[in-house]
């Protein structure tokens, strides 16, 4: 099902039932570049912005997780640090991952957003109520989902998202 992007009112709609968000790290979470010290161990820098994003989301009780086809230390210490408890790493069938996770907190499709920003994400992106691509992602990618953000990876897109579903669930609540 290709989406070709929703008009901003179908957004709002969409926004409007997330109770929860996933996310992918590289590329999303992250600019999506690989750093190495010289021991050889990964290194990832993380947007303070996305971070006080995911607690102000949870403070909402939505709930945030992450689905990562690569697996790296540091992505649990951030997960950790965030009070995400939700952390699937290593997984090339991200759908597998989302189907244990929404069965965990009883999800419905319309329920969840995800954003992704290469390949590996398109099945999972097909399969959510709300999928979102980050402005550096993949244009592959970019077709399929509900919403390109305006920042790339790293740099705040996830906040961006974040500030835009709160935005709308905080006005359907008045």
């Keep these: 099902m290709k989406r070709a992007g929703a008009t901003l009112s ?21 600019d999506g570049t690989l750093y190495f010290d010289e021991s050889g161990r990964e290194i990832k820098g993380f947007s303070i912005y996305d971070g006080h994003g995911i607690r102000l989301l949870k403070k909402a009780q939505i709930g945030v997780g992450i689905i990562s086809g690569r697996t790296s230390a540091v992505v649990e210490w951030r997960a950790k640090d965030l009070g995400i408890e939700d952390v699937h790493q290593g997984s090339r069938d991200k759908v597998a991952a989302y189907e244990i996770i929404r069965a965990k907190h009883r999800l419905e499709d319309e329920a969840v957003a995800f954003i992704g920003d290469d390949l590996i994400d398109i099945p999972l992106l097909r399969r959510v109520g709300f999928s979102i691509a980050v402005a550096s992602a993949i244009d592959s990618v970019k077709r399929e989902v509900d919403w390109v953000t305006q920042k790339k990876g790293g740099e705040g897109a996830i906040r961006e998202v974040i500030d835009f579903i709160l935005s709308i669930q905080e006005s359907k609540r008045r």
Excluded at 14 to 29: C, E, I, P, S, T
């Design 10 to 30: 179908q957004r709002r709609q969409k926004a409007k039932r997330v109770r929860y968000l996933l996310l992918d790290v590289d590329g999303v979470m992250t």
